[in-house]
């Protein structure tokens, strides 16, 4: 399976990015699938993940009411909706596909998306 992730851009702060993840040569309907992200200098870090079973999601303490991790199984796509960005919002985001009950651990995730860039000016 292949995952390509889109949507990102220079934006400012306060405004909103939908990111996709959209696969193909297989599906992301009977997975978890979880968005990280690595900012310049740093650490790859979670940000939000969608469940298998049951769609239940989980985010990181520093985006949660801001950005939204959603699914369309007939478009074999999870998206990332995030709003009122913040400059520490810049980064690299990465889609990825567990076949786990995953949350934020990387060593879960074996599929992984190239990365679109986000950039939040202040």
């Known amino acids: 399976v292949q995952l390509q992730a889109s949507g990102g851009g220079l934006v400012q702060a306060g405004d909103s990015l939908r990111l996709s993840c959209v696969a193909s040569?297989?599906?992301?309907?009977?997975?978890?699938v979880g968005w990280f992200r690595q900012a310049p200098g740093k650490e790859r870090e979670f940000v939000a993940r969608i469940r298998r079973s049951d769609d239940s999601t989980y985010y990181t303490e520093s985006v949660k009411g801001r950005f939204t991790i959603s699914r369309d199984n007939a478009k074999n796509a999870v998206y990332l909706q995030m709003n009122s960005l913040k400059s520490e919002d810049t980064a690299v985001y990465y889609c990825a596909r567990s076949p786990y009950y995953s949350d934020t651990r990387e060593r879960d995730y074996n599929y992984w998306g190239q990365g679109t860039q986000v950039t939040v000016s202040s």
């Open positions: 040569g297989g599906t992301v309907s009977r997975y978890s």
